[in-house]
C-alpha cells in the first residue's frame, strides 16, 4: 500500500488544477490570503470519485453541493449543469478515467476587509476543483477506531449535515484519534448516542440487522445514502436508530462509510475487538453489492 500511495504521490505532482475558469498547474495554483474559505472557513466542497469514466453518483453530489450553497446564502453563480461541464473540462485537461477523486470546492470569494461580515466578499464566489489520482482503497485492512471527547454539535451551533470548509471540529477529532493510536475518531451527538466518525459514516451489524445513527449529527454522506438503499432492496434489516457505546463494543460486525474508501472494516474500537464471528460476511455482502452499483451507474 505504500508504494501505490508513493506513485499516487509522484502522479499528482503534474495534475491540472481549475480555478475560477482557469486550468493551472499545480505548482502555480494559488488563492488569495484575503479568500474568505482560507481567512474564514467560509465555503462548501463536494469530494466525488470517478470510476471507470463515470463520476459516481454525480447528481446527488451536485445536489449536496447546491443545497449547502443555499443554507449558508452563498451564490455560486453558475448552474447544475456549468459546474459539471467545469468538471468535466477539468477531467479532461488531466486526461482522467478511473481510479481519481475531485475535490469540489466554493467560497464566498475574495474579501475587501479580514473581517467576517459576508458584504466584504464583493467579488463573487471562488471555485476550484482539485483532481487528483487515488488509490483504490476497496482493499483497505480492517482499522482501528477510538471515541474521543469532541462530540458532533447542535444544529443550531453548526449543523454536522452541512459540508462546509470550517472541519476544526473534526479534525481536533482526527487529533485524539490518533494520539490514542487509532485510525480515526469515533464521535458520540450532544446526547452521548454514537453518532458518526470524524470524515466517515459508522454502522454496526448485530444479529443479522444493520445499524447506523439517526443522521441528525453527522454528515448524511452519499455512500452512507447508498448502503442504506442497498439493504432496503435486498430485504437486509437496516435501522436509523439511536444507540450506545453498549451496543458498538457487542457488535458482531462494524464499518465504516466514504466516497474514497467505499466500505472499510473496523476491527476495534477504544481497544475493544469486534467479535466478528461470521468473519465480516454482512461487511463484505454490502461491498459487493455496492461495487455491483458502482459499476451500473
Not at 453541493?65 to 467545469?86: P, S, V
Not at 458482531?252 to 466514504?258: L, R
Amino acid at each position: 500500500m505504500k508504494n501505490n500511495l508513493e506513485s499516487h504521490i509522484k502522479l499528482n505532482e503534474n495534475i491540472i488544477i481549475y480555478i475560477d475558469g482557469e486550468l493551472i498547474s499545480k505548482a502555480d495554483a494559488s488563492v488569495s490570503v484575503y479568500d474568505s474559505g482560507f481567512m474564514m472557513g467560509d465555503g462548501i466542497w463536494e469530494g466525488i470519485r470517478l470510476v471507470n469514466k463515470k463520476w459516481l453518483f454525480l447528481d446527488d453530489h451536485i445536489d449536496r453541493l447546491f443545497e449547502g450553497a443555499k443554507a449558508i446564502d452563498l451564490d455560486i453563480g453558475l448552474t447544475k449543469n456549468d459546474i459539471k461541464k467545469e468538471l468535466f473540462k477539468t477531467q479532461e485537461a488531466n486526461k482522467m478515467t478511473d481510479k481519481a477523486h475531485a475535490r469540489l470546492m466554493v467560497t464566498r470569494g475574495v474579501k475587501s476587509k479580514p473581517f467576517q461580515r459576508p458584504s466584504y466578499s464583493l467579488n463573487g464566489p471562488t471555485i476550484v476543483i482539485i483532481m487528483e489520482h487515488s488509490e483504490d482503497a476497496t482493499d483497505n485492512p480492517p482499522i482501528k477506531l477510538a471515541t474521543v471527547s469532541q462530540v458532533r454539535g447542535n444544529p443550531m451551533v453548526q449543523d454536522p449535515k452541512l459540508n462546509s470548509h470550517s472541519k476544526l471540529n473534526c479534525i481536533l477529532a482526527c487529533i485524539q484519534a490518533e494520539k490514542a493510536g487509532a485510525d480515526e475518531a469515533l464521535m458520540l451527538d450532544p446526547h452521548g448516542f454514537v453518532s458518526t466518525t470524524n470524515s466517515c459514516n459508522f454502522f454496526i451489524v448485530k444479529n443479522g440487522q444493520v445499524w447506523t445513527s439517526t443522521g441528525d449529527y453527522c454528515m448524511n454522506g452519499i455512500t452512507r445514502k447508498k448502503i442504506i438503499e442497498i439493504c432496503i432492496s435486498n430485504n437486509i434489516p437496516i435501522f436509523e436508530k439511536n444507540f450506545s457505546l453498549v451496543d458498538v463494543y457487542s457488535a458482531d460486525e462494524a464499518f465504516i462509510t466514504g466516497t474514497l474508501g467505499s466500505l472499510v472494516s473496523v476491527e476495534s474500537i477504544d481497544g475493544r475487538l469486534i467479535e466478528n464471528n461470521a468473519n465480516y460476511s454482512m461487511t463484505q455482502q454490502l461491498l459487493h453489492l455496492y461495487n455491483d452499483l458502482t459499476h451500473s451507474v
